[in-house]
């Protein structure tokens, strides 16, 4: 192949450059809003700051109904924001591992066990995407209340996973479908057992495919606040997100920001990590199913 | 070899597919190995049941259940403000709704909403995909940077991108962003600047996971499609058109279906992004309206529901698309 010409270089250099600004800029827009002071939020350059503080992530941790002062004649407070941090973990946590769990073990029996008609009963779990969460918050708060789960991390427990099951039963049966079944016989023949041989051979060697899904669980989830400000009412109840929307915004604006970031930030780092993982989780589903 | 197609699926994948129904081991047919395996059968139909359970569980109770009820509720007079017994209607509320002027104006917004949403988002995906395509330096920094916008938390960065875009009186960009907004609203109406915030919000994210989608679609095409069809195309944009897009067909097609629901199921962004101001309503928002506000909840379950025979009949299309190839060699 010749060598590119010059012109077509620098056309491909400045694409790089825009689409990395394009992606980027939002985010580092509250990241610098975030490590603001008041002072500066009102006076500076709005892009750049210039003594950065991190009062507003302090303040996020104050005790609280602490009095924060007064704006105007509106009286601040302080949040209960640890409370939240710890809502949130534990509902993302428990729903990412609810979520793998249970689209393994259906994937499985589709991809591997295949009762009559597998394909249809992955079609049909693909095809609840087409009822969307947001129609359905009425009836399903019917549901949650029902189970005595209102204001209750378990009703989002048992709401999150469903937002990412099909996607992930998809991906990951077509991928334990295309499995060389030669490994998993040679095991059989071993003497192991069926459940062994899953533990032992398939499993490990899902491991992109399972990080693949796990990735989308995570973002899928932490893209909703409002089935978690439908179903979690009081304060201490809510997760970040939820908690973040109640916020007296117009008062609390680089608080806000700075709650944003913090909940973000460890998501991101944890998406980032396995960034790499999930392409190769994806394209490894997508070689053997397509 | 197995590990390698397992971790890099990208480098010559084709020779391990090789399931096949009838394996060595069980070639031996006598009269009870038959019966043997025709026993062990069904134990295995048993398990794939059991194991399907969690699944089908959690979906029929949290989707299927819910939205038995809503359909149920459609058809009735149901409503909090309601002081008699809950009357059948029929599809009364159906036949009200579409002759209802509010109902159109939400259809046809959700419509220009997704649509415009889905094609922009296509197209900075793809873009993004071949530009991360063949490698070169720093291609990982700018992979990450690409991947960003969808693994920032959306349900907080709607949040940054709400105050960024209409930001409190005192802040140093307000004025900026004020006479954007004037200047939108000034053009198009009052509200274009809020509806305008939600589309380029939905777009700055979909566009990252569609691009990383159809990277992961572009490595899962073995590179040797790719070469012989690069020696019969003459130009780069006949390349594209001839080679690129049909070879990611099924993964476009997927692409699309889930753009498109995220867009036609939206409520909670547009909600988030014009603080509730709602000007230009989309289905999602009007049904929030007709339930929450008005305590209309039999013409609010059947304006939701009209979502799902338009999502179906795209999958349905889709799935022609996406799934084909499978029927081939399965």
């Given at each position: 192949m010749n060598p590119r010409p010059w012109w077509r270089k620098l056309g491909h250099g400045s694409l790089l450059v825009l689409a990395t600004v394009y992606c980027l800029f939002p985010i580092y827009f509250m990241l610098v809003q975030s490590l603001k002071s008041a002072h500066e939020d009102v006076f500076g350059n709005p892009l750049i700051v210039t003594s950065p503080t991190f009062e507003n992530f302090a303040e996020l941790f104050e005790r609280e109904g602490e009095v924060r002062g007064f704006v105007g004649r509106a009286l601040r407070r302080s949040y209960p924001f640890l409370d939240w941090l710890e809502n949130t973990i534990v509902v993302f946590t428990g729903s990412v591992a609810v979520t793998l769990v249970a689209s393994i073990l259906a994937a499985y029996a589709i991809g591997r066990l295949r009762p009559p008609g597998f394909r249809w009963w992955r079609r049909i779990i693909f095809a609840t995407y087409v009822i969307p969460h947001t129609i359905l918050f009425v009836p399903l708060y019917q549901v949650v209340i029902r189970l005595h789960l209102d204001d209750n991390l378990l009703a989002l427990l048992l709401v999150y996973p469903t937002l990412a099951l099909p996607f992930c039963v998809w991906v990951l049966s077509t991928h334990f479908q295309h499995f060389p079944r030669e490994v998993e016989e040679a095991a059989l023949i071993e003497g192991a057992s069926r459940a062994r041989a899953f533990w032992k051979i398939i499993l490990p060697m899902s491991r992109p495919v399972i990080v693949a899904s796990g990735i989308f669980t995570l973002g899928t989830i932490a893209s909703d606040f409002m089935l978690a400000s439908i179903f979690l009412l009081s304060g201490h109840n809510q997760t970040i997100p939820a908690g973040l929307a109640t916020m007296e915004v117009a008062l609390d604006e680089l608080l806000a920001v700075a709650g944003i970031n913090l909940m973000a930030i460890p998501v991101v780092i944890i998406c980032a990590v396995f960034a790499r993982g999930y392409v190769r989780g994806l394209t490894a589903a997508m070689v053997e199913g397509s | 070899m197995l590990e390698g197609a397992a971790?890099?699926?990208?480098?010559?994948?084709?020779?391990?597919?090789?399931?096949?129904?009838?394996?060595?081991?069980?070639?031996?047919?006598s009269e009870l190995s038959r019966r043997y395996r025709r026993r062990s059968r069904a134990r295995e139909i048993v398990t794939a049941y059991a194991l399907l359970t969690p699944t089908l569980l959690l979906l029929s109770l949290v989707l299927a259940y819910p939205l038995a009820w809503e359909v149920w509720i459609s058809l009735t007079n149901f409503s909090p403000l309601n002081d008699g017994p809950t009357a059948f209607v029929g599809v009364a509320n159906y036949r009200h709704l579409l002759s209802t002027e509010e109902f159109w104006r939400s259809a046809t917004v959700t419509i220009v909403y997704a649509v415009v949403t889905s094609a922009a988002k296509l197209a900075l995906g793809i873009g993004f995909a071949l530009l991360l395509a063949r490698p070169f330096r720093g291609r990982a920094l700018v992979f990450l940077a690409i991947f960003l916008p969808w693994a920032y938390p959306a349900s907080v960065s709607v949040i940054g991108w709400y105050w960024t875009l209409s930001p409190p009186i005192p802040t140093a960009y307000s004025v900026f962003m004020g006479t954007m907004k004037y200047a939108v609203d000034g053009a198009f109406g009052g509200g274009a600047w809020a509806f305008l915030s939600v589309i380029l919000f939905n777009i700055w994210r979909g566009s990252s996971f569609i691009g990383v989608f159809l990277l992961a679609g572009i490595n899962a095409i073995p590179p040797e499609l790719f070469e012989e069809a690069l020696l019969e195309s003459k130009s780069r944009w006949q390349r594209f058109w001839l080679v690129t897009v049909p070879l990611l067909k099924p993964f476009i097609a997927l692409a699309i279906f889930l753009s498109l629901t995220t867009a036609f199921a939206d409520l909670a962004n547009v909600w988030m992004l014009t603080a509730g101001r709602i000007v230009f309503p989309v289905v999602g928002t009007h049904a929030y309206w007709l339930a929450?506000?008005?305590?209309?909840y039999g013409p609010a379950a059947a304006l939701s529901l009209m979502l799902v025979p338009v999502l179906l009949a795209t999958l349905l299309v889709l799935f022609r698309i996406f799934d084909s190839p499978e029927a081939t060699h399965a």
């Amino acid at each position: 192949m010749n060598p590119r010409p010059w012109w077509r270089k620098l056309g491909h250099g400045s694409l790089l450059v825009l689409a990395t600004v394009y992606c980027l800029f939002p985010i580092y827009f509250m990241l610098v809003q975030s490590l603001k002071s008041a002072h500066e939020d009102v006076f500076g350059n709005p892009l750049i700051v210039t003594s950065p503080t991190f009062e507003n992530f302090a303040e996020l941790f104050e005790r609280e109904g602490e009095v924060r002062g007064f704006v105007g004649r509106a009286l601040r407070r302080s949040y209960p924001f640890l409370d939240w941090l710890e809502n949130t973990i534990v509902v993302f946590t428990g729903s990412v591992a609810v979520t793998l769990v249970a689209s393994i073990l259906a994937a499985y029996a589709i991809g591997r066990l295949r009762p009559p008609g597998f394909r249809w009963w992955r079609r049909i779990i693909f095809a609840t995407y087409v009822i969307p969460h947001t129609i359905l918050f009425v009836p399903l708060y019917q549901v949650v209340i029902r189970l005595h789960l209102d204001d209750n991390l378990l009703a989002l427990l048992l709401v999150y996973p469903t937002l990412a099951l099909p996607f992930c039963v998809w991906v990951l049966s077509t991928h334990f479908q295309h499995f060389p079944r030669e490994v998993e016989e040679a095991a059989l023949i071993e003497g192991a057992s069926r459940a062994r041989a899953f533990w032992k051979i398939i499993l490990p060697m899902s491991r992109p495919v399972i990080v693949a899904s796990g990735i989308f669980t995570l973002g899928t989830i932490a893209s909703d606040f409002m089935l978690a400000s439908i179903f979690l009412l009081s304060g201490h109840n809510q997760t970040i997100p939820a908690g973040l929307a109640t916020m007296e915004v117009a008062l609390d604006e680089l608080l806000a920001v700075a709650g944003i970031n913090l909940m973000a930030i460890p998501v991101v780092i944890i998406c980032a990590v396995f960034a790499r993982g999930y392409v190769r989780g994806l394209t490894a589903a997508m070689v053997e199913g397509s | 070899m197995l590990e390698g197609a397992a971790t890099a699926p990208s480098s010559g994948v084709g020779g391990t597919r090789t399931a096949s129904p009838q394996t060595p081991l069980f070639s031996a047919r006598s009269e009870l190995s038959r019966r043997y395996r025709r026993r062990s059968r069904a134990r295995e139909i048993v398990t794939a049941y059991a194991l399907l359970t969690p699944t089908l569980l959690l979906l029929s109770l949290v989707l299927a259940y819910p939205l038995a009820w809503e359909v149920w509720i459609s058809l009735t007079n149901f409503s909090p403000l309601n002081d008699g017994p809950t009357a059948f209607v029929g599809v009364a509320n159906y036949r009200h709704l579409l002759s209802t002027e509010e109902f159109w104006r939400s259809a046809t917004v959700t419509i220009v909403y997704a649509v415009v949403t889905s094609a922009a988002k296509l197209a900075l995906g793809i873009g993004f995909a071949l530009l991360l395509a063949r490698p070169f330096r720093g291609r990982a920094l700018v992979f990450l940077a690409i991947f960003l916008p969808w693994a920032y938390p959306a349900s907080v960065s709607v949040i940054g991108w709400y105050w960024t875009l209409s930001p409190p009186i005192p802040t140093a960009y307000s004025v900026f962003m004020g006479t954007m907004k004037y200047a939108v609203d000034g053009a198009f109406g009052g509200g274009a600047w809020a509806f305008l915030s939600v589309i380029l919000f939905n777009i700055w994210r979909g566009s990252s996971f569609i691009g990383v989608f159809l990277l992961a679609g572009i490595n899962a095409i073995p590179p040797e499609l790719f070469e012989e069809a690069l020696l019969e195309s003459k130009s780069r944009w006949q390349r594209f058109w001839l080679v690129t897009v049909p070879l990611l067909k099924p993964f476009i097609a997927l692409a699309i279906f889930l753009s498109l629901t995220t867009a036609f199921a939206d409520l909670a962004n547009v909600w988030m992004l014009t603080a509730g101001r709602i000007v230009f309503p989309v289905v999602g928002t009007h049904a929030y309206w007709l339930a929450i506000k008005g305590g209309q909840y039999g013409p609010a379950a059947a304006l939701s529901l009209m979502l799902v025979p338009v999502l179906l009949a795209t999958l349905l299309v889709l799935f022609r698309i996406f799934d084909s190839p499978e029927a081939t060699h399965a």
